[in-house]
């Protein structure tokens, strides 16, 4: 498992703009403690609004006497298949047989029931087979017999069928560096005030880890002050007045501009306020404020 998953909000400052700040989270983590004898060659990093529903299957085992069951039996997943289980196979086996899988990452196994009469449930974690067009099927080696000559059978039924999170994205990381341990990643095109949940799994040749997840378990890029008014023009009205053209902000910063200030002075470090002279004329310096036009602003 990777060690260190965290997620942070981008502070806006001189090298990052407000909508940057506004829309962003940035992703750190160390390398996993081990490799398992094969470099890690990717992390998955999956990130959503809201939890979806996880896949349910289960196994059941069919006798037509009800006397006790005994073989074995393999389970197929896509173009991936378990070693031989036996029939009484706990549910820590099988849970264990379906994580070895290169494309199982997690997954929850519960038997009940006694031979020959068992039933494994399982609940898919990290994935969610009925979205990509997967189930589990029992491979043709899968030999059962009973203690009269009967045929017993395993039948797989689907209980619960998997729903993908709300807003449920991806990016890969591929890594180039075999000795580098420690990795940054910052997602983009998120929506400011709407927290997100991340987590991370790494991947060798031999499939994908459990996914971790990050600290904290959910983070909103924030909401802010909106970045400054574009492209001010001021020209000439008249002889007693100045027009002002702009347009509105790059960024709204995740929240509805409410509001426009505009200041006028005639020291350039707009500092008449702070110093007012006696002999400072009213119209030396002053602000105006004026309710936003809306977003069909552009300019004003």
Known sequence: DQNGVTVATVVADATVSVM???????????????????????????????????????IVLQSQNGNPVQGTFTLRYGEDKTGSLSIDSSAGDVKSALESLLTIRSARVWRSGENPDYKWTVTFVSEYPSVSGLALTL???????????GVPTLQINLLT??????????????VDDPLQTHYTYTLTGLTAGQPYRVQLSAANQLGQSRPQTSIPRE???????P??????????????????????????????VTLYRIEWDTDPAFGSLESSPADALASDFGSYSFVSPGPQCQPC
């Open 161 to 174: 069928p998997g729903v993908l999170p709300i807003g449920y994205s991806t990016q890969v990381v591929h």
């Open 219 to 225: 983070l909103a890029p924030p909401v802010q002050k």
């Open 227 to 256: 970045s400054s008014p574009m492209n001010v023009i001021l020209s000439v009205a008249s002889s007693q007045s100045l027009e002002v053209i702009f347009s509105k902000p790059e960024s709204d910063g995740g929240d509805t």
């Open 139 to 149: 491979e043709h080696t899968t030999a059962l017999i009973d203690s009269i000559g």
């Open 20 to 58: 940057e700040s506004s829309s962003t989270l940035r992703v750190s983590w160390r390398a996993p403690f081990s490799d398992n004898g094969f470099n890690v060659s990717m992390y998955l990093i999956e990130y959503w609004l809201a939890d979806g529903i996880s896949e349910v299957q289960e």
